[in-house]
């Protein structure tokens, strides 16, 4: 069975910095696409940033030059790093999958919440 376990989230100023960590486990043959979805209370969740197996990166718009993600293939994780946070940032953050084990097929993590404080 596949899992994606994230860890990182909190609470922090505006203006601070957080990482989030996503971590793939259980059998499967590979991962192709990994990445971050948000969604703040009231609002539909939206993708923050996304990054393929080659390495190729696309993030949203409101995010571009605060966040970095990035990708450890032999760790199978993924991370978000999150810089000059800002109290719209405020969201349950999900990790999001695409993993072939039979076919090729979203994951999803549990969401970790982080807060920014003005």
């Known amino acids: 069975q596949v899992q994606l376990v994230e860890s990182g989230g909190g609470l922090v100023q505006a203006g601070g910095s957080l990482r989030l960590s996503c971590a793939a486990s259980g059998r499967f043959f590979s991962i192709n696409a990994m990445g971050w979805y948000r969604q703040a209370p009231g609002k539909q969740r939206e993708l923050v940033a996304v990054?393929?197996?080659?390495?190729?990166?696309n993030y949203a718009d409101s995010v571009k030059g605060r966040f970095t993600i990035s990708r450890d293939n032999a760790k199978n994780t993924v991370y978000l790093q999150m810089n000059s946070l800002k109290p719209e940032d405020t969201a349950v953050y999900y990790c999001?999958?695409?993993?072939?084990?039979?076919?090729?097929?979203?994951?999803w993590g549990q969401g970790t919440q982080v807060t920014v404080s003005s």
């Open positions: 990054i393929i197996s080659g390495g190729s990166t």
């Open positions: 999001n999958a695409n993993i072939w084990v039979v076919v090729a097929k979203d994951y």
